[in-house]
C-alpha cells in the first residue's frame, strides 16, 4: 500500500504547477467513516489533485456523512450545492432501475466477475449520469456482501419478522422476500441502530461491519457472496466543463489510481475485516446449503423483477456478461 501511496504522491508532484495559484475549494461529501478504505482513497485522491493541480482545484473531504448525510450526496452534487462528492448509487435505484446493476442477486460473486461485468455496464451507467448533470470521476467495489445478524439462521424461514436495515431498494426487496421488516439506516447510523434494537440484520461487506464493530451487537455473519455493490465518485457537469484541459488531466490521473488503489484495498480488506469480526467474537463462515438455496430462489425473483424494470438496456447488459 505504501508503494500506491508514494506513486499518488510522486504524480501529484510530477504534475504540480510552479506558479502559484488561487484555489477553487471543491467540499467532497462522503457517506463512510474516515477509516474506511472507500474514505482513505478519498482522501489520497483529494490530496493528489490539489497538489497536483498547484492549488487551483483543492479538494476537502467530509467522511462519515458529515457534510451531506448519504442518501442527500447526490441531490447536492446535481443542483451544485457541492462539486464533487461520493456515493453509493444502487441507493438510488428508485431513480432508475439501471443504477442497482451491482445489485443484482448472485449474478456474480467475485471481483473477477464483478470487473468484467463493471467493464460492460459502465457505458451505460455514465449515459443515465451524463442526463442527469453529473460526470463519473472514479468508482471502487465493496467486498462480496454477506448476511448479519444476531442469531444463528439456517433457513429463510429463521428470518421471519428480523428488522433489517437496508440501503437500497434490491435489500428492501431482499427483506421483504425473506419475511423480515426492512428499516432504512445509512452507514453512518449502524452501529446506533444495532445497539438500540432499531436494526437486527443487515447484508453488507465485511469491512462494514468491522469498521462500525457489530460484533458489539450481533453474533453471526454468513458468506453468501450475494452480489459486490460500488461506490461513486461524481462531479457536476456544469462544473466539470469549466475545468482546464490541463486540470482534467490531472483528476483524470489521479482518478485512476484512486480506482486501482481503493480496488487493492477492497480485496486485501476482505480477509482482514472478516478475521476482525472474529476476533470480535462473531461466529464467521460460509452459509449453509438449506440457506444458500434458499436466497438463490428468491435471487432468481430479483433478477427478473430488475431485467422488467430495465428492459432492454438491462437485459443487454446481463446477456453480454452471460455470453462472455
Request: glycine share 8%; charged share 20%; proline share 4%.
Amino acid at each position: 500500500m505504501k508503494i500506491l501511496k508514494n506513486t499518488l504522491a510522486g504524480l501529484a508532484c510530477a504534475t504540480a504547477l510552479t506558479a502559484p495559484a488561487l484555489a477553487d475549494t471543491w467540499d467532497m461529501p462522503m457517506a463512510y467513516s474516515a477509516s474506511n478504505y472507500h474514505s482513505a482513497t478519498g482522501a489520497e485522491f483529494a490530496e493528489c489533485v490539489t497538489t497536483g493541480t498547484g492549488g487551483e482545484i483543492e479538494i476537502k473531504t467530509h467522511p462519515s456523512g458529515s457534510l451531506f448525510a448519504g442518501a442527500d450526496i447526490k441531490r447536492a452534487i446535481q443542483t451544485g450545492q457541492v462539486p464533487i462528492g461520493e456515493r453509493l448509487l444502487s441507493g438510488h435505484q428508485n431513480e432508475n432501475a439501471l443504477f442497482g446493476w451491482d445489485s443484482v442477486p448472485f449474478l456474480v460473486s467475485s471481483f473477477d466477475e464483478h470487473a468484467k461485468l463493471w467493464d460492460i455496464a459502465q457505458p451505460t451507467i455514465e449515459e443515465v449520469l451524463n442526463e442527469q448533470n453529473l460526470h463519473l470521476i472514479y468508482s471502487v467495489p465493496w467486498p462480496p456482501q454477506g448476511l448479519y445478524f444476531n442469531k444463528e439462521v439456517n433457513s429463510v424461514a429463521d428470518m421471519e419478522g428480523i428488522k433489517f436495515r437496508s440501503y437500497n431498494n434490491a435489500t428492501a426487496r431482499l427483506a421483504e422476500l425473506t419475511g423480515m421488516a426492512p428499516v432504512t439506516i445509512e452507514a453512518a447510523e449502524i452501529s446506533q441502530a444495532f445497539a438500540t434494537g432499531v436494526a437486527e440484520s443487515m447484508i453488507s461487506s465485511g469491512s462494514t461491519g468491522y469498521d462500525r464493530k457489530v460484533w458489539e451487537s450481533l453474533s453471526h455473519f454468513y458468506e453468501v457472496d450475494a452480489w459486490l455493490p460500488r461506490n461513486y465518485v461524481m462531479v457536476n457537469a456544469d462544473i466539470w466543463a469549466d475545468v482546464s484541459d490541463a486540470n482534467k488531466n490531472v483528476v483524470n490521473a489521479c482518478a485512476k489510481l484512486a480506482e486501482y488503489a481503493g480496488t487493492w484495498r477492497a480485496k486485501e480488506y476482505t480477509g482482514f475485516t472478516l478475521a476482525g469480526l472474529a476476533a470480535g467474537g462473531m461466529t464467521v463462515g460460509p452459509a449453509g446449503e438449506q440457506l444458500v438455496s434458499d436466497l438463490r430462489e428468491i435471487g432468481e425473483t430479483m433478477t427478473a423483477e430488475w431485467l422488467e424494470a430495465t428492459g432492454e438496456k438491462g437485459q443487454a447488459i446481463v446477456d453480454a456478461f452471460k455470453a462472455q
